[in-house]
Each structure stands twice: as C-alpha cells, then as structure tokens.
C-alpha cells in the first residue's frame, strides 16, 4: 500500500498542485458536484411539500434551479478569475487595438446599414451629401459612388466625374435626396439682374417660360407628389410656376423661379430657360444702349 502511494498516488497529487489549471479544474468539476446534489435534495423536498400545487411545484424548482446555477457561475467567476486575468486583459487589449484600427471601416459598415434600413436613396436618385451633388450609380454598405453634378452651386449638368463617398458621411452629415417625389422634384433657378433693366418685365417673361416648359408634365407631376405628400403626412408644396426677387450678399437683384420638373431632363430644362434667359438680356441692354447714344432732340 506504502509502494502504491510512494510511486502512483503521491506523484500525481504532485504533479496537480503544481498545476494549477488542473487545480482549478477539479475545483470547478467538486462545486459542479454539489450543485447538482444541493438541487437534486431541494427538488425532493419541494416535491414532499403537499401545501405546493404542480404549478407552484414547478415555479419553486425553477427559482432553486436558476439560483443554484447563478451561484455556481459566480463561484467559477472567482475561482478563474486570477488565472485568466491576463488572458482577459490581452483580449481586451486586442479588441481596442481592432476597433481603433478598424475604426473608419466600422462607420462606413454602420452608414451601410443606416442607409438600407432607412431607405435613405436608391439607385438613380439625385442626392447631395457634404457639398458633393451627383446621381446614385452604385451603392453598397461601404461606399456610395454618384455621378457628379456641378461643379458650380446652382449647375445641373454632369461633370462626367464618378466620387466615391465613405457610407461613414452618412452618420453625421445631411443627405439631401432631390428624387423623393417618384421622378419628379421642384427646382429652383437663379438670375442675376443687371441694375439697367426693369426687373418687372424680365420677371413676366421668366414665369411664362417656367409655365410653357412644365405644362406638359405639371398635372402627372402634381399627382405623384400630391401622393407621396398624403402618404407620408406632410403639407403638399405650391406646385405653380412661381418667381420672387431676393438680394445676395452685394445687394444685387436675384430673380427666382421655381418650377416642377423631371429629374431626367433638368439638365436640358436649365439650359433651355438659360439660353432664353441671357439672349433676353443681351436684347434688353441693346435696346438701353441704343437709347443711350441716341441724341436727345431738342
């Protein structure tokens, strides 16, 4: 018996206390043990309690069993705790460094999701985000791409530029979708006036092209936005051609139109009423000119 102890038993009591994952693994499999008596003593003594019906029976066993699980996880918590201190620390370490690396990935996978959940556009949608103005040509949970329209503020033909915007703008800047009404938007177009005409009679002419351009279109235009603004609970905007006058940043005369169009053909819509615009006024400052140099009669 001396022998078996001497060269069996006592090398392995050795060999654990040295060990002290496997110490800690006898620890957790000995409370795993007891657990399981302690609720398998309760769940009798529950069961010999005539006062209990089979529902209250089967609450108390399920409040034992959750307690005693509960504890169990607390009593493995402490025991492991200073081993895989280090393990958890590295873990969160590593977890850090990814999120830090990985930050500017994880916002653009974030605006992807936003976008698709919130339907913000879709393919073929005028949109402008942070300054950049173009059509949707393709969009994914990173990265949007749009054909880019401008440059200039108020331009509203292609560059022939594909930007690629990080889905991250999405988060924290202003979407502005121009293609909400199914096709249709209104816009607006600006015209410096020169100080020598009379606004008045330039403004006529404006309105009367913004209703000649949109007649073919308007009532097909005022129904698809008449539908979508019931839908989503918002008031219907003025759909008829319309100017006003505003003043910019040098007090200068800006005449106004606003018209509903196709978002198609607003390329073609602004040059059409631009060209009008400025042959209009090249006459008008003629005519003032010639009115200038002509010798007044006495």
């Known amino acids: ?11 392995l009591i050795n060999y654990v206390e040295k060990n002290q994952h496997i110490m800690l693994l006898l620890l957790s499999i000995f409370f795993l043990l007891v657990a399981y008596i302690v609720k398998k003593i309760i769940f009798k003594t529950v069961d010999r309690d005539n006062s209990l019906d089979s529902n209250d029976k089967i609450v108390s066993k399920a409040g034992y069993a959750n307690t005693i699980n509960l504890s169990y996880l607390i009593i493995l918590a402490i025991i492991w705790f200073s081993s895989l201190q280090s393990a958890f620390v590295s873990l969160f370490a590593i977890a850090a460094a990814l999120a830090i690396a990985t930050k500017e990935l994880i916002m653009c996978f974030m605006g992807g999701v936003l976008i698709k959940i919130n339907h913000h556009f879709k393919i073929t ?31 509203q033909q292609t560059t022939g530029k594909v930007i ?103 390329a073609d819509i602004e040059q059409e009423i631009l060209r009008k615009y400025y042959r209009l006024i090249s006459s008008k400052l003629k005519e003032v000119k010639a009115q200038e140099q002509t010798p007044t009669v006495v």
């Open 1 to 11: 018996m001396n022998d078996f102890y001497n060269t069996k038993l006592l090398p």
């Open 125 to 155: 949608d005028r949109i402008q985000v942070h300054g950049v103005r173009g059509f949707v040509i393709e969009k994914n949970l990173t990265t949007t791409k749009i054909l880019e329209i401008g440059p200039e503020k108020y331009s």
């Open 164 to 266: 690629t915007i990080p889905n991250s703008l999405m988060l924290n800047k202003s979407v502005i979708n121009e293609s909400y009404f199914k096709g249709f938007s209104i816009k607006t177009f600006n015209f410096k006036m020169p100080k020598e005409l009379d606004f008045e009679e330039i403004e006529v002419e404006v309105l009367k092209w913004g209703k000649d351009i949109s007649e073919g279109y308007y009532q097909e235009a005022k129904t698809s936005i008449k539908e979508i603004c019931q839908r989503e609970g918002i008031v219907l905007p003025s759909m008829s051609p319309r100017t006003k006058i505003a003043l910019d940043e040098n007090n200068d005369c800006i005449l106004i139109l606003k018209i509903p169009v196709k978002n198609k053909v607003i």
